[in-house]
């Protein structure tokens, strides 16, 4: 097994570098890859409650005979149950079969009516929301607290308010070569906020998977142009979440610690000038990304 690395919080608590990411991942395939990822190494699994598929992640980490105490567990309260916090929890936890979470985010700064999905509500916000979220540390079931697609402008609007007291501990967005977002990165870490990588791959038809620049790496490393990319992601500060099911990409996924990428060659990847995004905002009620993070 290779040597893992971890990376310390503002809350004391140390995040392991390298997480297996559940977003679309389908039913039947969710348990297998948890266990796999498990089994190969990984201590970070992260889910959500929008993904639906918390319960199988829950059955993937059992079925893997590793000890839940040794397990960084990061599950998202959605959009819809942002007035229901504490609820929201309780029902996280229980899909989860487990008694906590060691990271809660807020999946989005968007609190959207239950009752209309394409409104926000009229008298509720993020900020309301993560007075709420605040709640739940010291009640055993949350051990950090953190955000999810916030931008400079949302994240200047919570730090700022009076009822924030947290300052998040983790904001995990989308982070690759093409949307490499230095703005916010920096803004994150002036802040004492751990940035997390989500698409750390580009997504699973990746294009940056015939990009030239890390096709040469890869080549000359001896290394496929995913272990490039997480590599990247690791040398620049961030944990990384590749999504997976196929178990020998976990496995191939995992195998990023006992090398390392150039001062050359990671500028050689930052110099790559394509720029696209997974993740959109379209389908919220309004924007949350406002291109203040390039």
Avoid at 177 to 187: D, F, G, I, Q, T
Avoid at 222 to 248: A, D, H
Wanted: charged share 25%.
């Amino acid at each position: 097994m290779a040597v893992s690395k971890t990376y310390k919080l503002n809350t004391g608590a140390e995040i392991p570098a390298v997480g297996l990411g559940t977003w679309q991942s389908q039913p039947g395939e969710v348990e297998k890859a948890v266990e796999a990822a498990l089994r190969a190494g990984y201590r970070h699994i992260d889910t959500a409650f929008a993904y639906g598929n918390e319960k199988e992640v829950g059955e993937g980490i059992h079925a893997s005979g590793v000890p839940r105490e040794d397990i960084w567990l990061t599950t998202k309260l959605d959009n819809p149950w942002h007035k229901r916090v504490a609820e929201a929890i309780d029902r996280s936890l229980e899909n989860l079969g487990t008694s906590y979470v060691d990271l809660y985010l807020m999946h989005w700064p968007s609190s959207t009516d239950p009752d209309d999905l394409k409104k926000a509500y009229p008298d509720w916000d993020f900020v309301d929301t993560w007075r709420e979220m605040q709640k739940l540390v010291g009640t055993g079931k949350v051990r950090n607290i953190g955000v999810s697609n916030f931008g400079i402008k949302n994240l200047e609007r919570l730090l700022n308010d009076p009822s924030c007291k947290i300052v998040p501990a983790v904001n995990q967005i989308e982070l690759h070569p093409s949307n490499p977002s230095p703005k916010l990165v920096a803004y994150n870490k002036a802040h004492g906020i751990h940035s997390s990588a989500y698409s750390p791959l580009g997504s699973s038809n990746s294009p940056l998977y015939s990009n030239d620049a890390i096709n040469s790496i890869a080549k000359a490393k001896n290394r496929t142009p995913q272990q490039v990319l997480l590599r990247w992601g690791l040398q620049k500060g961030w944990s990384v979440l590749p999504k997976s099911i196929t178990k020998e990409r976990v496995e191939a996924n995992w195998d990023i610690f006992d090398w390392s990428l150039s001062d050359e060659e990671m500028a050689k990847i930052d110099a790559i000038p394509d720029r696209f995004k997974v993740c959109g905002d379209d389908w919220l009620p309004h924007k949350v990304f406002f291109g203040d993070d390039e």
